[in-house]
């Protein structure tokens, strides 16, 4: 049965804090809704309605275009191991570029990470808990580090020039306004 809180308890960013993985769900007025899958080491509760994750740079940027058309951002978690749980946060997001002052207030939350395209803050208005009977045991191996290889191979002038050439539209061309000033 689901219940809903209006704030993240200690004992659900108790459970957030040992996920692995969640999950963005953003959509614009018009166009593709999206659902990102997120891992590593990139997400914090700061706040009992405040949520903050670090948004590395990937084949797109669904997320930003859709944020900046219409701020309403949805990220669920679910138990793979022990006790079944579905856990989503509800809330209107902001994102922060290396341009904005409130990108380095979060930063230091975060590993270094030469990937780090944006920050996304949250607050939260409705937590929603349900049951996760259908969701399967998996059991967790080890990080992938494709990404963070990847991105510090790389550097910095290779990374902007891929968001250059990869991440300031969304596939609906909506823009990301990733390389404004």
């Known amino acids: 049965m689901a219940k809903q809180f ?25 166009g593709r809704v999206n659902v990102s899958p997120k891992g590593t080491d990139s997400f914090r509760v700061i706040g009992k309605n405040k949520i903050v994750w670090l948004n590395l740079t990937g084949s797109g940027n669904e997320t930003a ?16 191991e022990g006790k079944p749980m579905i856990l989503r946060l509800y809330g209107e997001a902001r994102i922060y570029h290396k341009r904005d002052r409130d990108f380095y207030d979060y930063l230091s939350l975060f590993p270094e990470n030469v990937g780090t ?12 808990t349900s049951c996760g009977f259908g969701v399967p045991y998996m059991e967790f191996k080890e990080e992938r580090t494709t990404l963070n290889t990847w991105a510090e191979k790389q550097g910095k002038d290779k990374i902007e020039a891929y968001w250059k050439n990869k991440n300031t ?3 609906d061309g909506f823009e990301t306004k990733i390389l404004e000033d």
């Open 6 to 30: 209006e704030h993240i308890t200690a004992e659900l960013k108790e459970f957030i804090e040992k996920q692995k993985i969640f999950f963005v769900g953003t959509a614009s007025h018009e």
């Open 65 to 80: 275009a859709h944020l900046l058309k219409n701020n309403r951002m949805t990220i669920m978690f679910c138990a793979f």
């Open 169 to 171: 539209l969304s596939i």
């Open 117 to 128: 395209r944006q920050l996304i803050e949250m607050e939260v208005n409705l937590v929603q």
